[in-house]
């Protein structure tokens, strides 16, 4: 369903003059277009995990949702943590971790869900009460920045 998606022609002019990100980059990274939505490919050991579908909305900030819905989360840019690397960088959303690989950073990725939270939490964290981060915390994946459980 998702392997025909490619990244439409306004959405990497948007790219390229808005962003000043190249296109050919971003399509190489798993942006595509999807219903009018400029989309990013999750991909899980060379396999499409899931959709993060963004909703460019006039005057607001974007709406975000996955597809299919409830999806097991993981990093965007996952696979390039199975090849060795001294530094990894890590974003708060896809488009951030784009502009580090244009700088020639290598080892990129990006949270699935941005920073959820206005202010940080306060005290000690239980790993099986936090919803937002389960990517995280999931015992075995977590080396992978992996979730077998659903959010």
């Not at 003059?17 to 971003?26: I, T, V």
Request: net charge neutral; hydrophobic share 40%; with cysteine.
């Amino acid at each position: 369903m998702f392997a025909k998606l490619q990244l439409s022609s306004a959405h990497a002019s948007w790219l390229e003059e808005k962003r000043k990100l190249p296109c050919e980059l971003a399509s190489e990274a798993g942006v595509v277009s999807k219903d009018g939505n400029l989309a990013f490919a999750y991909i899980r050991n060379g396999a499409l995990a899931y959709l993060k579908i963004r909703r460019h909305i006039q005057n607001a900030k974007p709406d975000y949702w996955i597809e299919p819905k409830d999806s097991a989360l993981c990093f965007w840019n996952e696979d390039v943590l199975s090849a060795p690397s001294d530094m990894l960088t890590m974003t708060e959303r896809e488009l951030d971790g784009l502009s580090f690989m244009v700088a020639g950073l290598t080892h990129v990725v990006s949270v699935p869900n941005g920073s959820p939270f206005d202010k940080p939490g306060v005290g000690d964290i239980n790993p099986m009460d936090d919803r937002a981060f389960r990517y995280l915390w999931d015992g075995a994946n977590s080396r992978r920045g992996c979730s077998s459980s659903r959010k």
